[in-house]
């Protein structure tokens, strides 16, 4: 079985919907930070926040574009207690889509999707740009 431009689409909406959460987990943890002790840390997340709705954006017209509908659902997690918790399950997200935006970039070109591939291509750079970022705020 290969994969196909519908099993794309349905990746893609898996992406989705970890934007989605990656959304709500910076919204929360910006939030709820105290103290000047996170003060850039809370300007590094906006950064971040802003950025992830760019890739949500970015993800839904990919699916649009492929002839998908972009999903609404929200993942189910759980918050974190403390900021290094909390932290730590961020760079955790991050990883994963990561490694999930470096196959989805490789399954466009390999559809013959290139448009696609480039779209993408912008987002994943900036998740690891995020990874590396939480990882100075894990080492502080």
Not at 10 to 23: A, P, R, V
Not at 92 to 110: G, I, T
């Amino acid at each position: 079985m290969s994969f196909k431009k519908e099993d794309l689409i349905t990746e893609l909406n898996k992406d989705l919907q970890f934007e989605y959460k990656s959304i709500v987990l910076y919204v929360t943890q910006i939030a709820s930070l105290k103290g000047a002790k996170y003060q850039q840390t809370i300007e590094e997340l906006r950064a971040h926040l802003d950025q992830e709705v760019q890739h949500a954006i970015t993800v839904a017209q990919q699916i649009d574009f492929l002839g998908g509908k972009p999903s609404t659902t929200l993942p189910d997690f759980a918050l974190e207690d403390t900021p290094k918790e909390a932290f730590e399950a961020d760079l955790e997200l991050e990883s994963k889509q990561l490694s999930r935006y470096r196959e989805r970039v490789q399954q466009a070109d390999d559809l013959g999707l290139p448009d696609v591939a480039e779209a993408l291509s912008p987002v994943l750079e900036e998740t690891q740009h995020h990874l590396r970022d939480l990882r100075s705020v894990l080492a502080a």
